[in-house]
């Protein structure tokens, strides 16, 4: 089917950016939508952004103007660019990726964001 593996997680101070990535492979659907979720300790799962075929992007209001997410269609690649890291945007980042009209949901399998004080 569709298979997601994301990249670029790591330790990083506060104040400091990273740069996610996640390359989807399989049977990847034209109509789709992919995103960014992420689940930090103590709380529940989270969209933080999603971008469409047609690259029209949504945002949580936490990230607003800190993060952008973007794709290369052509190389099936979803990025997350975080700027500005908090202390609140710790926790496990995963690439999800819905087909539209179905109920097709894939995830990859989550990378690790930590951000020092």
């Known amino acids: 089917q569709v298979q997601l593996v994301e990249s670029g997680g790591g330790l990083v101070q506060a104040g400091g950016s990273l740069r996610l990535s996640c390359a989807a492979s399989?049977?990847?659907?034209?109509?789709?939508?992919m995103g960014w979720y992420r689940q930090a300790p103590g709380k529940q799962r989270e969209l933080v952004a999603s971008?469409?075929?047609?690259?029209?992007?949504n945002y949580a209001s936490s990230v607003k103007g800190r993060f952008t997410i973007s794709r290369d269609s052509a190389r099936n690649t979803v990025y997350l660019q975080m700027n500005s890291l908090e202390s609140e945007d710790a926790g496990v980042y995963y690439c999800?990726?819905?087909?539209?009209?179905?109920?097709?949901?894939?995830w990859g399998q989550g990378t690790q964001v930590t951000v020092s004080s």
């Open positions: 999800n990726l819905k087909v539209i009209g179905t109920r097709n949901d894939y």
């Open positions: 971008i469409t075929r047609g690259d029209s992007t």
């Open positions: 399989g049977r990847i659907f034209s109509f789709n939508v």
